[in-house]
């Protein structure tokens, strides 16, 4: 998911009212669950894009020392302990490749407690956090373009490409983007239509 550039995360140090600074639920709006019919779709783009076939069960390639158990059988707290026990090596964990600064931003944002395991279904909405994030109610009500959007999406995960075809963190620890922009905007074309 997101490459370092020294702060860790996109979302680190971000002002209020930035792309990426933490998003207010709105009201009435659960903070969890499906961000509309479009979102399960989006989220298979993106982890075509991050895990591979490993899916839910993926751990970054570079990580020496993996976790003890799949991903999807551990719980949030058996994951951050890991990360603690491991420094120094890569921890973008799961389908959507949250890195450890997300991981926890998110959990917070969720309101999820430690004990919860780091299944699919949590996986998936905290993926949903992130489409929120990125301006998906924003594309949907015309307020950004889709263009934006995708390019938004891109800044958030590494193995998407930018509109100039390269990902947003092109180079920097080894990322590129992992398919071509054309497939993207294919891919997003199919459920967000001008």
Wanted: charged share 20%.
């Amino acid at each position: 998911m997101y490459a370092s550039l020294g702060t860790g995360s996109l979302f680190a140090g971000r002002r209020a009212g930035g792309l990426f600074a933490p998003v207010a639920p709105r009201a009435g709006a659960p903070l969890l669950g499906p961000v509309t019919g479009v979102a399960a779709h989006l989220r298979n783009v993106i982890a075509l894009a991050e895990a591979g076939p490993a899916g839910y069960d993926a751990v970054q390639h570079g990580a020496r020392i993996r976790p003890p158990k799949a991903p999807t059988r551990m719980t949030l707290a058996e994951i951050f302990h890991w990360i603690a026990d491991t420094p120094g090596q890569p921890h973008a964990i799961g389908r959507y490749q949250f890195i450890p600064d997300t991981l926890r931003m998110l959990v917070h944002r969720a309101g999820l407690p430690r004990h919860t395991r780091f299944s699919p279904d949590v996986q998936d909405r905290l993926a949903d956090l992130l489409l929120r994030d990125a301006g998906l109610h924003e594309l949907q009500a015309g307020a950004i373009s889709r263009t934006r959007f995708m390019n938004n999406l891109a800044q958030i995960w590494a193995g998407l490409p930018t509109s100039s075809g390269r990902s947003h963190y092109h180079g920097y620890a080894g990322n590129k983007a992992t398919m071509t922009w054309a497939r993207f905007y294919r891919e997003v074309a199919r459920v967000l239509p001008d």
